[in-house]
Each structure stands twice: as C-alpha cells, then as structure tokens.
C-alpha cells in the first residue's frame, strides 16, 4: 500500500487528533468519516456550533462509546 503526505494547520491537526480513537491511526480515522458520509456531514454542520465546558470529559466518554461499538 502507498502513502501520501499531508500538510495541515497545527490547530486543525489539534482538532482531528482530539476527535480521533485513542488507538485508531489517522488514515483509519479518515477512511471511518468518508466511509460514513452521514459522520462527516454532521461534523461540518457541527463545527463552530458546540460549546464544551469539559472537553476531555466529553472524549473520555466518545472514546468509551468507540470501544463498545468496535467490540
């Protein structure tokens, strides 16, 4: 299998890397979204509309849900 590089913002990597498995690699995370067009159109309608008072509660949690879906 090839690879291709990348080149995004620092913020932007932030962003992905917070909403991304714990253990998922990024090329997984970005086949997960564009596999299920539903999760990326709803990551668009969400950017800049949710206010979080305690983020790494919020990825605790979305992390937990992953790993009950996976197994």
Excluded at 8 to 26: A, P
Excluded at 42 to 68: P, Q, Y
């Amino acid at each position: 299998m090839t690879s291709k590089t990348i080149i995004i913002q620092e913020d932007v990597y932030r962003m992905l890397l917070s909403i991304k498995g714990t253990r998922e690699s990024f090329s997984d995370f970005f086949e997960r979204m564009v596999i299920s067009r539903r999760n990326l159109d709803k990551l668009k309608e969400l950017r800049g509309f949710i206010e979080v008072k305690d983020k790494n509660a919020v990825l605790k949690e979305l992390s937990e849900k992953r790993e009950e879906i996976r197994y």
